[in-house]
Each structure stands twice: as structure tokens, then as C-alpha cells.
């Protein structure tokens, strides 16, 4: 059955008539106008917040729509009573006041929750009788994620939320948040199956250039924070670095157009630095069966692979693992080998999430606006499919020395790395619609070797022709 968009209008007349009828009779007292302006000086803190849901009943209704402070748009879930939907609201946070705005197909039972793992949740409030409209709900509850978990429709429908809007304090405030701009709304993962193409991608070549213990992203501002970090592509990334500051940079890489930096843990023969020589491979592929559905970085995205962090199993079983470390005959190794068989350089491969929320352009972990795709496929909460980005590092191999070698962050299992997108943008679109949804094996240039006849996205100075 066709989803019913004039389904808001008609709570909105009842409502207003129904709240004039009472103030007429004179049973809205002065003590309930003055307990809801008590909740209301409380500041809004769900706007533009992080929202999942259970379901969606399609992508023209997505969860981030109860966030968005705007009754003119709303979350539709799938039809059933068992639903939904909560916000993460950045820190732990005392809340005082929930207001929910419901279309007309609205909840007749429901809990208010909160939680601050996201996983055991502590019930603040319940609604047995619930009959639409404008609610206003105050409460004394806490935690970084409030959910609002629905019990039984009012109607033949699923449920439709207008608004859930939050309020109170965060007291321990998780900051970190970079909103998109604009933000990208009402996607659905590509679940399409386009054409066979065994390649879709590019490759960004480009070279180490300087070492530093910056990190832009972990520590904005902060020189010498970090550990030591070898960085490639932007001339001058370090602690300080903004967008603005790296796409007024020249580049490391073959292409002008790519300003982004790229950084990882710096490697060590000893005491001395051991940075990879000439220039490095950075693919640029599909992480989806719908290689048709990938789109380019937003300006600015920024997130970090892996972690300094991870045990040997991490390191492993993490869905960015390709190969290990590689030396020689020697392949598949969690640490840094000891000997390599055969002679030959050292070699690192590791993928990089690819699938977006469309909502931060960098979150406080620096990862969780990030996902791998599961099967081929975005993950419903983070929809929108972007290039899958896999750095191929070569570290030449002293075969005396071997046994000394180690990264800045400590085994060859901490080894990671993080991206900051500054791609002039139509290179980097172009790059993307010509090779990776065009199903093409192309080198910097936009370039496909075995497809000649296909052109190349840049001419021979790597530029947009």
C-alpha cells in the first residue's frame, strides 16, 4: 500500500483545537505552563546528532530526519509493533525533557530508555496510552544515547516521528563532531548488480615526505603529541592542518589535484628512521558490488584505519586486513618479519572502510562515521558508498637488520594510518566516474592499459584536460 504523505496535517488542526478547547475551560493551570517552561530552558542537544533506527519504511523517511529540528520532514518505520529509534548524544548527558512530534501514524505504547554503551538501557519513562500529537515527557534520566523503543502502533502503520528532540545538559561533553555540509540524507545502501568488471579503480601514486609526531586528526594543534608519523601527499601536513591549509599545498603525488595527506606510523631500523622509497601505491577502489553507486570523498572527510592499539588478533581479523606483512617468500604475518627469504622490499597492504553515514565529516573516535561494507554491501546506518581506500606501503629491507626493525607506535601489529581528503574535487570526481564506476583498471592518470580504447580521465601532466 502507497505511503500516505498527507498523513501530518490532520494532528496538527486537532491538536491546536484541542488545546484551545482547554484553555477556555481553564484546566491548563499556571503550574503545568510553568513546569514545561522549567524543562524548556534546558538547551536542545539531539539536533544533528547521530540517529539509527530498527527500520525504515523507505529512503524518502530516514531516522536522521527526528534530529533535524524540522517538522517538515520525518523517520518512517517498517510496519510492525516491535521498533526503534535513539540518538547518540555526543556525552553523558542528564536529560529533563523529551518532546515528541508525531505525523499521524504515532505509538500507543513506547519506553523512553538510556544507556551509556548503547547496550544495556535503563527504562525513564513509559507510555501505555499513548494517543499522538505533540508530546512534551519530563523526566530525570542520563547517558550518552537516549532511545525511544516502541511497543504498539496507534494505527494500521508503521510509525512516523516528526521530531524527537532532546533536552538537557551534557556534562561530560565528547567533542569531535564535524557535521558534513551539507549532509546526506534518505540514502539506501546499492544493493544493484551492474556488469561484471573484475577492476574498479585508480591508484594515487605519491611519495614520503617528512616525518613528524603530528597527527592532524587525533591531535589537532598539538605538535609532538603523537608518535612519530611519515607523512605522503600534501608538502606541508602536520598538527595545524586544515582543509584550507592542505589544498593550499603543493604534492607529493602525481596528480596536482590530490592535496590530501596521508600519514602512518613512521619505521624504524633501530634509531633510524626507515621511510618507504620512491613512489607508493594508494588504490582507490570499489568496496561494493555496485561499483555503479560509488561517489566521491566529501571535502574534508577524515577518519583513521586500524589502531596503534590492536593485539595480533586485531590485527588479523580486521576487515581492512589483505595480507600481513610481506618480505621475500616470507607473506601473511601479523608482525614485522625477522628474515626474508628470497631478498626483496617489505610490504604492508590494508584497506580502509569505505562506506559512510553521510552525517560527520569526522566523529570523536575518528572512526565511527566509517564502515566496512558486510557482503559487498553499505551497512543500512551507514549507506553511502565512497572509494575504498587501500595503501600499499614499500619499506626497504635491510637484510642484516631485520630483527631491529619496528614502528613508532610498537609491533608490526599497531601499524595503521589515517586520511585527510583535500582532492580538488573534480579530479577526484572525474577519477571516480571514469575509472571505479566506469569498471576500469586505471593507473594516476585515469588510465587503463588494457582498455586503450577507454581514454584516460587526465592528460599527461595528471591535470584535467
Known amino acids: 500500500m502507497k505511503h500516505r504523505t498527507s ?80 540518538i547518540d548524544l555526543g556525552g553523558t548527558a542528564s536529560i529533563s525533557h523529551v518532546e515528541l512530534d508525531w505525523e499521524a501514524a504515532y505509538a500507543s505504547g513506547y519506553q523512553l530508555q538510556t544507556s551509556n554503551d548503547a547496550a544495556s538501557w535503563n527504562t525513564v519513562h513509559t507510555q501505555a496510552n499513548g494517543t499522538g500529537g505533540t508530546e512534551q515527557i519530563d523526566l530525570a534520566g542520563s547517558g550518552r544515547y537516549i532511545r525511544l523503543n516502541l511497543t504498539k502502533r496507534g494505527t494500521g502503520y508503521g510509525y512516523s516521528l516528526e521530531e524527537f528532540k532532546v533536552y538537557g545538559q551534557v556534562s561530560t561533553a565528547t567533542t569531535g563532531y564535524i557535521l558534513a555540509n551539507p549532509q546526506v540524507t534518505g540514502a539506501t545502501p546499492a544493493t544493484g548488480n551492474p556488469a561484471h568488471a573484475y577492476f574498479h579503480e585508480f591508484q594515487a601514486n605519491c611519495t614520503a615526505t617528512h616525518d613528524l609526531p603530528d597527527d592532524p586528526i587525533v591531535y589537532p594543534g598539538k605538535p609532538g603529541a603523537s608518535h612519530m608519523h611519515t607523512f605522503m601527499g600534501a608538502l606541508n601536513t602536520n598538527a595545524n592542518s586544515t582543509l584550507e591549509s592542505l589544498q593550499a599545498s603543493s604534492t607529493s603525488c602525481l596528480a596536482p589535484g590530490d592535496k590530501s595527506g596521508y600519514w602512518m606510523p613512521t619505521m624504524y631500523d633501530g634509531d633510524t628512521p626507515v621511510d618507504p622509497v620512491g613512489l607508493q601505491t ?149 577519477l571516480v566516474d571514469h575509472c571505479i564506476v566506469g569498471g576500469l583498471q586505471c593507473n594516476a592518470r585515469g588510465y587503463d592499459e588494457n582498455q586503450p580504447g577507454k581514454g584516460a580521465a587526465l592528460n599527461e601532466q595528471y591535470l584535467l584536460p
Open 7 to 86: 498523513r501530518g496535517a490532520p494532528h496538527r488542526t486537532a491538536l491546536a483545537g484541542t488545546v484551545a478547547a482547554i484553555l477556555a475551560a481553564g484546566a491548563l493551570t499556571g503550574g503545568v505552563l510553568a513546569q514545561q517552561a522549567a524543562a524548556a530552558s534546558d538547551p536542545l542537544i539531539s539536533q544533528s546528532k547521530p540517529v539509527t533506527a530498527s527500520s525504515v519504511e523507505n529512503a524518502s523517511f530516514p531516522a536522521a530526519a527526528v534530529a533535524d529540528n524540522n517538522l517538515a520532514t520525518r523517520w518512517a518505520s517498517a510496519w510492525t509493533d516491535s521498533q526503534w529509534v535513539q
Open 282 to 430: 594508494i588504490y582507490y577502489k570499489s568496496g561494493i558490488n555496485d561499483y555503479t553507486a560509488v561517489r566521491p570523498f566529501p571535502a574534508g572527510l577524515r577518519f583513521v584505519v586500524a589502531s596503534p592499539t590492536d593485539s595480533a588478533t586485531d590485527f588479523t581479523t580486521h576487515p581492512g586486513y589483505v595480507a600481513g606483512w610481506e618480505c621475500g617468500n616470507s607473506y601473511r604475518t601479523s608482525d614485522l618479519p625477522t628474515e626474508c627469504p628470497g631478498g626483496g622490499q617489505l610490504n604492508i597492504r590494508f584497506q580502509a572502510p569505505s562506506c559512510w553515514n553521510g552525517l560527520y565529516l569526522d566523529t570523536p573516535d575518528h572512526k565511527s562515521h566509517m564502515a566496512y561494507p558486510i557482503e559487498g554491501v553499505c551497512p543500512a546506518d551507514h549507506p553511502v558508498a565512497l572509494p575504498m581506500i587501500e595503501f600499499k606501503m614499500a619499506f626497504p629491507a635491510n637484510l642484516d637488520h631485520l630483527a631491529q626493525l619496528h614502528l613508532s607506535s610498537g609491533r608490526g601489529f599497531s601499524f595503521h594510518y589515517d586520511f585527510f581528503n583535500a582532492w580538488d574535487a573534480p579530479t577526484l570526481a572525474a
